[in-house]
Nanobody
Framework: VQLQASGGGLVQAGGSLRLSCATS????????VAWFRQAPGKEREFVTA????????YYDDSVKGRFTISRDKAKNTVNLQMNSLKPEDTAVYYC??????????????????WGQGTEVTVSS
């Protein structure tokens, strides 16, 4: 599975961005897909995931109600709609694919496929 993230940019606080993760390899929809982010000087952290086992979505508390992950099977993409952006959302965002168990859906070590990252900057 190959992944390529895009859609990052500079936006003012309160604004919106839509990230896309283009997939290739044919079997991507048999994997759980997730978005992680890494802010300068910080460790990579979980943002959201779409679990292949039950097709439910999971969100970190910091983005719940503001971010939405979705799969577009027709376009072979995984999208991340980000609304009401805050300066603390500034980070490089990575899409990932893997087969973690549900209880470990937020563990980046369990994702074997990664996109190259797209940078999001939210100004105050």
């Amino acid at each position: 599975v190959q992944l390529q993230a895009s859609g990052g940019g500079l936006v003012q606080a309160g604004g919106s961005l839509r990230l896309s993760c283009a997939t290739s390899g044919g079997t991507w929809n048999t994997y759980s897909v997730a978005w992680f982010r890494q802010a300068p000087g910080k460790e990579r952290e979980f943002v959201t995931a779409s679990a292949v086992q039950n097709m439910r979505t999971y969100y970190d508390d910091s983005v719940k109600g503001r971010f939405t992950i979705s799969r577009d099977k027709a376009k072979n993409t995984v999208n991340l709609q980000m609304n009401s952006l805050k300066p603390e959302d500034t980070a490089v965002y990575y899409c990932a694919a893997g087969r973690p168990i549900i209880s470990a859906i937020s563990n980046s070590l369990l994702y074997g496929f990664w996109g190259q990252g797209t940078e999001v900057t939210v100004s105050s």
